[in-house]
């Protein structure tokens, strides 16, 4: 075992004495020149790829703590979007949004507290399925099982085994994400646990519930099985009245169309899996509370463009590329113009979009596909809007990075003019940059 790897068994949670060894790995992966050699899009990679990885150990067992996930999490925000030594970058995008999904307008980056508790989750699941392990066996004499053995009792007091407490604190949130497959019924609570349905039974009948003579009975004491065919003999405390008729016809259709062997040991199912069977991915993605939006992360990531055109796209479709107006609301002051067409303010729809220059680029993209448009008002609606084109494979391709290509080959020339005072002809800029750069990238891609 690797000196990173090891640590107090009994210690109740992470701290940075504990983690220091871990931080130092980071930071050495983080090296200056690892940054000054990669752009935007390699240094996303190399956090998804490396970074998030390395205290996965640790976040497995131990819950991190609030200074140590923010900790981690700087160096990570730093290494994306830090410039040369202590050179001052912006930040344009916020972490809770880089830690989205890419569906929801993130890049997928790991929230540490998030996959702390997906990973853990892994143990609840082990202890449920992992009857007959060693480790399960102490934590159930120590502790107790509650009713079923699906999960250990709560870890209550200031003593105790700190890394259990820590995992069992978590049962409530997984809990709501499983479900129980019926074998001979003897672990499973009838009304109270979730086996018939996406919901126990005493809230989708609870009414019914309340007049159940065995609120607490095991499916087995009512499940009975008689010549092949499974009845249930449910008894309540008295005849039901005429408005409950059709309730109780429901709760009976669903007990008898549900399809259940009454032999073998009851099951536990993680519910968001296709093969019923725990998976942190899935876990982290319920945790995470992914929002729905229309945001074009598939005109953006699933074409193939350099990664660091498709990060630089996917900061100007947010809105927060650094634009004169982004800079403007950042308190920097300069003058609002657009350097450009040098007749309006410059905005990143405007730059993009509806520039003069930006127009005439468009139109001579379009022509070369044979292709009529009308440019919406914003990037996020344009490439929300650019749908397929018919033709080969390789044509499709092209048609995909187009937009992307001209917004780079926009960029580049605008920083050319701002910063370095030279200007390219509209004529040279439709040649040189956006044509011939969209083949290129379609030759080596």
């Known amino acids: 075992m690797r000196k990173y790897e090891i640590i107090f068994i009994a210690q109740p949670d992470l701290d940075e004495d504990n983690l220091n060894n871990v931080i130092e790995k980071m930071e050495a992966r983080l090296a200056g020149w690892k940054r000054l050699c990669l752009s935007k899009g390699g240094r996303l990679t ?40 202590d050179e001052f970058k912006f930040h344009l995008v916020n972490w809770h949004t880089i830690c989205s999904s890419k569906v929801s307008r993130g890049l997928g980056v790991r929230n540490m507290v998030m996959f702390n508790k997906a990973l853990m989750g892994k143990w609840l699941w082990r202890y449920a399925m992992e009857r007959d392990a060693f480790w399960r066996k102490v934590v159930d004499v120590k502790y107790g099982s509650l009713r079923g053995g699906w ?43 979730v086996w018939c349905g996406e919901i126990p039974l005493k809230i989708l009948f609870p009414d019914l519930f309340l007049i159940a003579r065995r609120k607490d009975a095991w499916v087995e004491e009512i499940m009975q099985r008689q010549n092949g065919t499974i009845l249930w003999n449910i008894m309540f405390s008295r005849s039901v009245h005429d408005w409950e008729v059709e309730a109780v016809s429901r709760f009976f259709g669903m007990l008898y169309t549900l399809k259940v062997s009454s032999e073998g040991e009851d099951k536990l199912c993680w519910v968001p899996a296709r093969k019923k069977s725990f998976e942190v991915k899935s876990y982290y993605k319920l945790l995470s509370s992914p929002t729905q939006s229309s945001f074009p992360w ?72 044979g292709v009529e448009w009308v440019m919406p008002g914003s990037v996020k609606d344009m490439l929300g809007s650019w749908r397929g084109q018919k033709g080969n494979r390789t044509s499709i391709q092209i048609w995909r990075m187009a937009p992307l290509c001209l917004m780079w ?28 750069t969209l083949f290129v990238w379609r030759v080596k891609l």
Request: proline share 2%.
């Open 46 to 85: 190399l956090i998804n790829s490396t970074l998030s990885s390395l205290p996965t150990y640790f976040l497995s067992l131990f819950p991190i703590s609030v200074g140590v996930a923010n900790r981690l999490e700087k160096l990570q925000r730093d290494f994306l979007w830090g410039g040369v030594g």
């Open 151 to 193: 999960c250990s009792k709560e870890v209550g007091g200031s003593y105790g085994f700190g890394v259990w407490k820590s995992i069992r604190r978590g049962w409530d949130a997984f809990a709501a994400h499983v479900r129980y497959e019926i074998g001979n019924g003897s672990k499973v609570l009838f009304w109270h646990d």
């Open 298 to 369: 598939k005109s953006i990531w699933k074409v193939n463009v350099p990664p660091r055109v498709a990060f630089f796209v996917w900061t100007a479709t947010l809105g927060k590329s650094l634009t004169l107006d982004n800079l403007r609301k950042r308190n920097i002051i300069v003058m609002d113009w657009c350097s450009m067409c040098k007749t309006a303010g410059e905005s990143i729809d405007h730059l993009f979009l509806h520039c003069m220059v930006a127009t005439e680029l468009w139109r001579a993209l379009l022509q070369l596909f």
């Open 409 to 436: 080959c926009v960029w580049r020339e605008r920083n050319a003019r701002c910063f370095e005072d030279c200007e390219t002809g509209l004529i040279n800029l439709k040649k040189k940059l956006v044509i011939q």
